[in-house]
């Protein structure tokens, strides 16, 4: 799945030029903003780096982008004609640099320090997801240098977040009580139905107002059409739920148990445990992603199911299993242990008479 994480630094005035510091991660565009009220004949022009390089301008309404000499920037750029507002699509490192602006007429340059991360997902902006399953898209935001965070859907309002006060505003009814929204504002969206599918975005405005992160997910929830395989164990034994598919390099596996409870994640080979009654009792094959639990017992009787998502893909897929552990029959050892105690009583009455 795509992430953002942007962070507003400081601001400074070197010779008479103000420095901003913007970091984005990788995926996500980030418009830088002149702030300025454009004239009709004024010249807006952006440069990058240390060799002054010209990217875009707007002369008198014409606009001109530039690709750069070897073509870093090809269709990774858009100049907005009556604002100057450059808008940058972070894909790759080649991009991170000094941007300047120049605005003819104006003794005041700007000057961006674009910065990037990587992040989970970054490279994913399209996510496939199962009917009654959860989707969770970052904000990436790390501080509260933002006063809100507004999400949308279809276009429309969707959720606003309110980085100061926590407060959060929900414009579509139709989510009501399946958005969950972190300290910084990412979203969860519980429960998905098929006619959540759509297009999300992030708007993401920095609290000075000199530049905007923002991004677009694309969800697709899918009826759940698979079976239910039923498996059956005996009290105290071990079973393998199997995968029958090799773990791929940008695979996530999560198991489930019962209402979601997340029982092991495994990621790059490795997995681990979130269910206490399960502590010591799963192992998790590093090269399938099988599940096997020992000493079964009837409490963890009960759904079990296993989503696999590709990183790099955003495609997912489920198995589910329906274990049922049969208590042993402990009748006849019962009746054994109480015809001994008869016998012991009547022996012991025979040696007092």
């Known amino acids: 799945m795509k992430t953002i994480s942007l962070l507003f630094i400081i601001s400074l005035f070197i010779n008479g030029a103000v420095t901003e510091s913007v970091t984005v991660n990788k995926g996500f565009s980030v418009t830088l903003h002149t702030n300025t009220v454009i004239q009709s004949n004024d010249v807006i022009e952006w440069r990058y780096g240390f060799?002054?390089?010209?990217?875009?301008?707007?002369?008198?309404?014409?606009?001109s982008v530039f690709n750069g000499s070897d073509w870093t920037f090809s269709d990774k750029l858009k100049i907005n004609s009556q604002t100057g507002d450059l808008t940058?699509?972070?894909?790759?490192?080649?991009?991170?640099g000094e941007y300047r602006l120049q605005i003819t007429g104006e003794k005041t340059r700007k000057t961006f320090v674009l910065s990037g991360?990587?992040?989970?997902?970054?490279?994913?902006?399209?996510?496939?997801?199962?009917?009654?399953?959860?989707?969770?898209?970052?904000?990436?935001?790390?501080?509260?240098?933002?006063?809100?965070?507004?999400?949308?859907?279809q276009n429309s309002p969707l959720v606003d977040f309110y980085t100061k006060t926590k407060n959060i505003s929900t414009h579509d009814e139709r989510f009501r009580d399946r958005l969950e929204l972190s300290f910084f504002g990412s979203l969860t969206i519980t429960n998905l139905r098929t006619n959540d599918s759509g297009l999300y975005e992030v708007i993401v405005d920095s609290n000075s107002g000199t530049h905007t992160i923002h991004q677009s997910y694309t969800v697709t929830v899918s009826g759940y059409t698979g079976e239910v395989k039923p498996v059956s164990v005996p009290e105290g034994d071990s079973v393998t739920l199997h995968?029958?598919?090799?773990?791929?390099?940008?695979?996530?596996?999560?198991?489930?148990?019962?209402?979601?409870?997340?029982?092991?994640?495994?990621?790059?080979g490795s997995y681990d445990t979130y269910i206490e009654r399960f502590y010591g009792r799963l192992q998790v094959d590093d090269?399938?992603?099988?599940?096997?639990?020992?000493?079964?017992?009837?409490?963890?009787?009960?759904?079990?199911?296993?989503?696999?998502?590709?990183?790099q893909s955003g495609k997912s897929f489920k198995k589910r299993f329906m274990v049922t552990v049969r208590a042993q029959d402990r009748s006849s050892h019962v009746s054994s242990g109480g015809s001994c105690v008869g016998v012991l009583l009547v022996f012991v009455w025979s040696q007092i008479i």
């Open 51 to 63: 060799k002054n390089e010209p990217l875009a301008k707007v002369d008198r309404g014409s606009i």
């Open 117 to 153: 991360r990587g992040g989970y997902g970054g490279d994913v902006t399209s996510l496939s997801e199962m009917e009654g399953d959860d989707v969770y898209l970052s904000s990436g935001s790390t501080t509260d240098n933002y006063d809100v965070i507004r999400w949308r859907f």
């Open 88 to 96: 940058i699509i972070y894909d790759t490192f080649e991009v991170i």
């Open 243 to 268: 995968t029958e598919d090799q773990i791929q390099m940008h695979d996530l596996l999560d198991w489930t148990f019962g209402k979601k409870d997340l029982i092991s994640g495994v990621s790059g």
């Open 287 to 311: 090269q399938t992603g099988s599940l096997t639990i020992t000493n079964m017992t009837t409490e963890i009787s009960g759904l079990y199911q296993l989503k696999i998502r590709n990183r």
